[in-house]
């Protein structure tokens, strides 16, 4: 096509105006279009919530996958939901930080494409993470945020599922650090509200299992500090034949906490320890150090009844020790820079953009992608010689183009699989060409190999701890069918 019939096209205003709508609407497709293997990760994803137990690192394994491939495909929905997930493992092992980390590129991505359902369950682990840092005010703000943005919730069934937790949310602010509370009466009938609304949900529906688990334990707690033992150990009961088909490790843990709590209530110490033990246990597996913080003093106050003194006081020092190291999590500064980040973020007024001014930008940027288009073209035809292409991309220094990369990956781990795409194009498409098995986080976990990073520097660089990097380097050594790590990184290095 030459230029001379470009503008004769362009001339013709009944063609520019189709041209120009169908660039909007191939333009919105691209940008929310998600794949075959995204698909199947948020399948895979959804049935954790339904069919078996929640195996977190198998969990952070799919939702890492579900990230990249999203950001990939600019799927923004894909990356969101993956983040949420992510969140959540990280805010109940107690890690803060990655918590919070994850909650605040959530909640930009979900304000950008105004997905209200997302923003409140983001401010909802925000604000219960906020109670754990002792950020209560501040929680109480967030809570309101979240009734808001779930009032704009266009799905009916979702914005049931918020409003269950956003109740019992609001109880947490109406109870002191045990769940005790002066008026432990509206306590337990808000949670029994937010338990019945819960199992009106649709059978159908993902989230219903965990939610109506969720809300039965916490009214369990409560009923059971309000001393009335009978009817809590009714609710710990329905929890168990609940938690037989739907084994939660984390739901495990705070059922034993509350049957131990029923029989230290009414004097049966032995059997709490038993119930405490058990939690204890499963709790240390589980690294959940804010179960333990619950736990220990009450199996101490149990050894205490029961004239035990020695392991009431075993315990009651295990107990000085962990609230030393949560008061130390509390103070980290980097919870306290991402709160401060996450709060002006939060504060940032939504601009509501006119029907107007929706088709301005609309035609100004597909006037802008054919102006682009036109002078590509006659840049192609008229100003540059084919030949000389490859010459002027030689000229780049590959020692600078190395370093650039290296410090992008120290900086920001994200953008250097992104940068590195566009400096070695071929390398993920041919790498999983020959090795099909490889997953997503696999292949970006290769990349940092072709960098010739070691262990420890992959560890830092991707924030994860070394062991874990280990693991990951000989599953893939495993897929590619090599012998160790040497032949891995000589086969990186022949990749390009």
Not at 250 to 259: E, G, L, M, P
Not at 463 to 474: D, F, G, L, Q
């Amino acid at each position: 096509m030459t230029i001379q019939m470009l503008v004769s096209i362009l001339k013709n205003k009944a063609f520019l105006l189709i041209f120009i709508f169908f660039i909007i609407i191939c333009s919105t497709l691209h940008a929310q279009k998600s794949t075959p293997e995204i698909d199947h990760l948020i399948k895979v994803i959804d049935e954790t919530y339904s069919k078996e137990n929640i195996d977190k690192k198998r969990l952070l394994d799919l939702t890492s996958d579900l990230y990249y491939s999203s950001k990939e495909a600019k799927f923004i929905k894909g990356q969101t939901y993956a983040i949420f997930e992510e969140a959540k493992i990280y805010y109940f092992e107690g890690d803060f930080a990655l918590s919070l980390k994850r909650i605040n590129e959530g909640v930009g991505l979900a304000k950008s494409q105004k997905d209200y359902d997302m923003l409140c369950r983001l401010l909802l682990m925000y604000q219960s993470s906020l109670l754990r840092l002792d950020y209560v005010n501040k929680a109480q703000q967030i809570l309101a945020k979240c009734e808001e943005y779930n009032e704009l919730n266009s799905s009916k069934e979702n914005k049931k599922i918020n409003d269950i937790f956003i109740d019992l949310a609001q109880t947490d602010l109406m109870v002191d650090e045990q769940g005790l509370s002066g008026d432990l009466k509206s306590v337990i009938t808000l949670k029994k509200k937010a338990y019945s609304t819960a199992l009106e949900l649709n059978d159908s529906n993902k989230y219903k299992k965990i939610t109506v688990i969720y809300s039965l334990e916490s009214l369990a707690w409560s009923v059971a500090l309000s001393e009335n033992t009978n009817e809590a150990r009714q609710y710990t009961q329905e929890l168990d034949k609940l938690l037989a088909v739907y084994p939660n490790n984390y739901s495990i843990i705070q059922n034993f906490i509350i049957k131990g709590a029923i029989e230290n209530i009414d004097h049966n110490y032995k059997e709490a320890i038993s119930y405490f033990s058990q939690a204890i246990a499963l709790s240390k597996e589980n690294k959940s150090i804010y179960n333990l913080y619950e736990v220990y003093p009450m199996i101490s106050a149990s050894y205490g009844e029961s004239k035990d003194f020695e392991n009431a006081t075993i315990y009651s020092w295990k107990f000085k020790h962990l609230s030393d190291s949560i008061t130390q999590i509390k103070k980290k500064t980097d919870n306290i820079d991402l709160i401060n980040e996450i709060n002006v973020k939060i504060s940032e007024k939504e601009e509501p953009e006119s029907g107007l001014g929706k088709i301005m930008s609309a035609v100004i940027a597909s006037v802008l992608v054919l102006g682009v288009a036109a002078f590509l073209l006659w840049y192609k035809n008229f100003k540059r010689n084919p030949e000389n292409d490859h010459e002027v991309l030689v000229q780049e220094d590959n020692l600078d183009v190395t370093k650039r990369l290296v410090n992008l990956a120290k900086e920001d781990i994200n953008s250097f699989y992104i940068e590195f795409r566009k400096v070695y194009p071929n390398f993920y498409q041919a790498l999983q060409k020959e090795y099909p098995e490889l997953n997503v986080s696999d292949l970006n976990f290769c990349t940092l190999i072709k960098m010739n990073f070691e262990i420890k520097e992959i560890s830092i660089y991707s924030n994860a701890s070394i062991r874990s990097v280990e693991s990951r380097r000989y599953r893939i050594i495993k897929k590619m069918n090599l012998r160790n790590q040497d032949d891995l990184y000589m086969m990186m290095s022949y990749i390009n």
